[in-house]
Each structure stands twice: as structure tokens, then as C-alpha cells.
């Protein structure tokens, strides 16, 4: 069995080493040393471009639940990550260079991977993955493109902050949308004074620098699909809430926080101005602040954006940021098994999408999503049909989110407890009865190692027998 994979990023790396330890001959595909990504300024395979953090390793936080899926399935980019670690409180942080070069001397030493160090512009015609990171340009985006169709492909600029519903303090908002056409969204009503502290603290909120970011290869000033680019640095149909408010006092209340339509239910009269929550995955259990796009410093975003009513104690599970990035729209293009299928005319059954280009954010979960698509591929290349993933793991939760998310916002997303399947009523508790924190946390922990021991007992071929 022969296979190739493009990319010897965290994704590519981790791809290739399953395919190869399941007895797949895997031909990977990494452009550096020779041709150098923005970002990255070595030619080690698995380097990390920024933080040498790979977040949360509490066995019960949604990022340690995730770890520790990986390291029972035997992930590659796990057992360098806690090889190369270095103290970090709670977090897997590692050494970095020790961890790429122990990537780098695991993937040099495997008999089934051949290393071409080459940039390649074409998908090879051979069973495939392509994992070429959110920095892919040239040719091998243009192929990716060809594949997933126009308007798929997405340059963005600036994300809003994403937060848990159970951390909004609903009572100080009201369930509308605009006009009485339904209650889909959380409004958060600011009197005058409010709005006009708020709008002070936000133009002088501390930003990200442009040219740090230029430096890091995280503006875009590329055109996008779908956004018209305007003098400067940004595109007008997703400015930085900050941007847009510089243009004066009230422009933000002539736009995102336009209070139209939107009479709070005690008083019927229209708010001052309101900020608007929008649910962001099918569970409802995280939302996005509507038209909340940014480039603040994270602590400022924290200051600034718990000014808002229901906010006070907001847990933003993702912060704005800003930079340049590429992926496909998954709920519209990719299916359960990260294949680009959905509208195409033809499809190849053995082409994956693996790493951040699939529309996951983060180190630990592109190397998950390498794992998956070696794994998914592996079946297709025995001929059997790739199982499915249960939603309760993390694993699970991240591909349910690809497919689940609204297609018309999508944004790339970081495991977090919001898009995990709900606990309802834990066992044990009453209906009504509130648990903690650290309770719930170990609830969902505990659930997910049981469906994963579950799957791997029915698909065995998931483990690899070595
Ligand atoms: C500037 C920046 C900073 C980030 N910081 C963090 C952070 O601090 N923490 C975090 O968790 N996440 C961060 N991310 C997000 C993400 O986790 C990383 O980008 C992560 O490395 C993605 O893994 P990947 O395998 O998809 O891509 P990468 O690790 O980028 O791997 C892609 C690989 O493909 C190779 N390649 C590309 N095109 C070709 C081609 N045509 N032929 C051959 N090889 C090719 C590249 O050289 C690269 O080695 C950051 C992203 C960016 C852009």
C-alpha cells in the first residue's frame, strides 16, 4: 500500500507516522529547509511556529482530555511533546527544538516513510493527504482550491471571541431577533453611559501590532473570495470592532450594536445600543459576539468586552486574533472522515485534509486531525468503510464541529467544553441541582475515556498491532 503526504507540519508528521506504522508506504512531502513558510524558521519537521505551549495536560480540561486521546491512540507528536517537556505549571510545554528534532529523528528513521524534501504544487495520484498548514500558498493552495471549489478557501483577517453559555449571565439580557422574528439571540442592552465608556476603553485599548504581526506571518494582505480589500490593511466586510469604532463615536451603534428592532421586553423600548450573541455550534452552547471581530491584546479583550452587560464573567474560550490563515469552510466541503466531498462532481475517496486547513485551531488538535485522517485513510486503503468517531470523545467533538458549525461563519476552533455533547443531568444529581466546576469537568472526562475504550473495542483496527 502506498500513500503520500504534503506537509511535514504537526498534521503531516503525525499522518505519516500512523500510515507507516499500520504498514503504508508513505511518501512525505516537506518544502523546508529549501523554500521557508513565513512563520517558520527551521526545517524540522513537526515545528512550532509560535508558543512552545501545547496548553492544558489536566487530564480533565477539554485541551488534557484531547492529550490524552492521543497518547492512547498512540499519537507520534504526543510522545516527543512529553519527551521534550519542560516545566509549565499545568501545561504540556516542551523544549522546542529537542521536540522537533525527536519528530524530526522518528520520521528520518521510519522504514515505511521516504522523505522528499521538495515543495510540491500538484496532490500526487496516490492515496493522499494533504496537511500543508494555514501559511500554504502557491500552487499547492490553488490545488486545494481546485478541489474544494471557489469561495471555499478562506483568507481571514480578524476573528470575533467566542464564549460559553454558561458563563453568560443571562438574566442581565434578553432572548430577540431583530423586527420579533424569533429569539435566536442573546441581547445585552448598554444604556448612554455605558456605551460611551465602552466606546472610550475600546479605542484605546491596547492592540497587536500590525508589523508584529506581518513579522509572525499573521496579517493578511491577500484578497480574499469573498471580502473586498480596502486601502489599509483590512477588508471592510470584516473590520476590527476597534477600526470601526475609531470612525467615531456613534458608529457602532449605526452598526453592530444597533439597537433597531430590538425593544427590550420590559420596558418595550429600544436600548441605547446592544451587543449581540449569536450561537455558534449546533448544542448551543457557545456563542459568538456578533460583529465582535478584533485585534485587541487578549487581556485587553478581557477588560474591554466584560464592560458588556451578561459578560461580567464571561469564559472566552476563543479570544479575537488576528492573522493570516487558510482553510476550507468543513460543514460545507468536508464530510465525518475529513474528506473533501460535499458538491463535487468527482470525488476521491482516498484524499484527506488534515491540520488547520481543515478548520481546527491549535498545535494538539491539527496533530488530532492528522491521526484521524491517516487512520480514516488507512481503512479505505484495506477497503473497509472508515468507522466513525463518537461524538463524546474529543476527537469526536472536534469532527462534530466541522460538521455541525454554521457554514456562513465558520471560523477555525480550538477543543473547548462548548463543543462537546451536553451533560443534561448527571447521574446522581437531581434535575435541578447545579455541579462545580471541577464535578462537571470530571464528568465529561470520565465519559469521553469510556467512549473511546468503547470504540477501540469495536473498530480494532483503530490501534495499531505492533
Ligand atoms: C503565525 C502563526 C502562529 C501560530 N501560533 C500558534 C500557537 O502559538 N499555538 C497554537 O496552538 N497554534 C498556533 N498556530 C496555529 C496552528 O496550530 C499552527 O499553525 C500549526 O502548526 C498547524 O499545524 P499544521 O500541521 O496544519 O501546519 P504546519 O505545522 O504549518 O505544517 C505545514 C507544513 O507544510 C509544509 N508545506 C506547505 N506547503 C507545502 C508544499 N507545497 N510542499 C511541501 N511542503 C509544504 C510547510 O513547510 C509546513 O512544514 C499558529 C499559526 C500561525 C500561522
Known sequence: MNSAVIGGG????????????????VKLFEMRPVRMPPAHSTGNLGELVCSNSLGADRPTSPAGILKQELRRLGSLIMRCADMSRV?????????????????????????????????????????????????????????VREIVGEGCLSFFDAAAPITTLESIDTDRAYMAS?????????????????????????????????????????????????????????????????????????????????????????????????????????????????????????PEQE?????????????????????????????????????????????????????????????????????VAAIQLFHTLKGDEPPRWPDETAIGSLLNYLQSAEAGTFQPMNVNIGIFPKIETPPGHGRRKKIGKPERSMLYAERSREALEKFLERETAVLTRR
Not at 524530526?104 to 515505511?112: C, D, F, K, W
Not at 506571518?217 to 477600526?243: H, M, Q, Y
Not at 466584560?306 to 468536508?334: D, Q
Not at 460535499?342 to 470525488?347: A, E, F, G, I, R
Open 178 to 298: 431583530r423586527y420579533g422574528e424569533g429569539s435566536d439571540y442573546i441581547n445585552c442592552p448598554m444604556d448612554r453611559e455605558l456605551y460611551e465608556a465602552f466606546w472610550w476603553e475600546l479605542v484605546n485599548a491596547e492592540r497587536v501590532p500590525l508589523r508584529d504581526i506581518d513579522r509572525e506571518g499573521r496579517a493578511s494582505d491577500e484578497k480574499t473570495d469573498t471580502c473586498p480589500e480596502v486601502p489599509g490593511r483590512f477588508f471592510e466586510g470584516c473590520l476590527p470592532i476597534e477600526v470601526m469604532a475609531e470612525r467615531g463615536i456613534d458608529t457602532l451603534r449605526f452598526g453592530p450594536m444597533r439597537p433597531v428592532g430590538l425593544p427590550h421586553p420590559s420596558t418595550g423600548r429600544e436600548p441605547y445600543a446592544v451587543v449581540q450573541l449569536r450561537r455558534d455550534n449546533a448544542e448551543g452552547t457557545l456563542y459568538n459576539i456578533v460583529g465582535f471581530q478584533t485585534n485587541l491584546k487578549w
Open 303 to 371: 477588560r474591554v468586552f466584560r464592560m458588556i452587560p451578561a459578560l461580567e464573567k464571561a469564559e472566552f474560550v476563543r479570544k479575537g486574533v488576528m492573522h493570516r490563515n487558510s482553510f476550507v469552510c468543513a460543514p460545507r466541503v468536508l464530510d465525518c472522515h475529513l474528506r473533501p466531498v460535499k458538491n463535487q462532481k468527482t470525488v476521491r475517496l482516498d484524499l484527506h485534509l488534515a491540520g488547520q486547513i481543515t478548520g481546527v485551531e491549535g498545535y494538539v488538535e491539527s496533530s488530532a486531525t492528522g491521526l
Open 10 to 25: 504537526l498534521a503531516g508528521s503525525e499522518a505519516a507516522w500512523q500510515l507507516a506504522e499500520r504498514g503504508v508506504s
Open 87 to 143: 516545566p509549565a505549571g499545568r501545561a504540556l510545554a516542551v523544549d522546542r527544538d529537542l521536540f522537533s528534532s525527536l519528530v524530526t529523528r522518528e520520521i528520518s528513521r521510519h522504514p515505511n516513510i521516504e522523505l522528499i524534501r521538495s515543495e510540491t504544487d500538484v496532490i500526487p495520484d496516490l492515496p493522499a493527504i494533504v496537511a500543508a498548514g494555514p501559511l500554504m500558498a502557491g500552487g499547492i493552495a490553488d490545488a
